[in-house]
């Protein structure tokens, strides 16, 4: 599982609140990345890290902000909530032992009221 | 810019069947092209993936070799079982420099059945 998890596993939230999302990762791997997973359209990427303090934007990145101070964490913050947001979001990390290839962690489940 | 088409689902298929799920792809240069699977509440889960024109990836009795000639990478499995249901996801990683982005296809839902 590449040493990924996520918090929290489920969040019920109401529009117009922020919403901040935890990527936490054991294997120093340098890069990581936010997708959303919608129906009928497989899953989009956000944000993706290279570096601490590096990020850079994704397909659908509008509405969603990233920050990482530590190699380990990358966070993903939704700063008014929509229920256009709501989605499953998943953290994945570029490495292992397949070289050049994402891994996925277990996802949280967001829902937007 | 890159893009990925899986044929529709949900695929139906009684166990030992065989198994081709579609995948065609649009890329620029020379993408790695990866199959993914997700179980039911879980994570996605590599599969198998392959990284030029040829190549074959392989695990756990499933099979896909991309083909440039005809820019698709075609999931297989000769006998499928129960335990194999989930949903199944093309994807390429792209080229183009920016993290080797992944770009997915919208998923093929296998259903096993005795």
């Known amino acids: 599982d590449a040493g990924i998890t996520q918090s929290p596993r489920h969040k019920v939230t109401e529009t117009g609140t922020p919403v901040t999302l935890r990527c936490h990762q054991t294997?120093?791997?340098?890069?990581m990345y936010w997708y959303r997973q919608d129906p009928g359209h497989g899953l989009r990427l956000i944000h993706y890290?290279?570096?601490?303090?590096?990020?850079d934007k994704g397909e659908v990145s509008d509405g969603y902000s990233v920050s990482r101070s530590k190699t380990e964490d990358f966070l993903l913050t939704l700063e008014s909530a929509t229920s256009s947001q709501t989605s499953v979001y998943f953290c994945a990390v570029k490495g292992g032992p397949w070289g050049d290839t994402q891994y996925f962690g277990p996802g949280t489940r967001l829902t937007v009221l | 810019g890159n893009s990925v088409t899986q044929m529709e689902g949900p695929v139906t298929l009684s166990e030992e069947a065989f198994l081709t799920i579609n995948c065609t792809y649009t890329?620029?240069?020379?993408?790695?092209l990866f199959w993914y699977v997700q179980y039911p509440g879980e994570g996605l889960q590599l599969l198998l993936k392959a990284t030029k024109a040829d190549d074959k990836g392989s695990n756990k009795g499933f099979e896909a070799t991309y083909r440039k000639e005809t820019t698709s990478f075609h999931l297989e499995k000769g006998s499928v079982q129960v335990s194999d249901s989930a949903v199944y996801f093309c994807a390429l990683s792209g080229t183009d420099g920016g993290g080797n982005k992944l770009t997915f296809g919208t998923g093929t839902q296998l259903k096993v059945e005795l």
């Open positions: 890290s290279y570096g601490v303090k590096d990020t």
């Open positions: 294997e120093n791997h340098r890069y």
């Open positions: 890329a620029t240069g020379y993408p790695s």
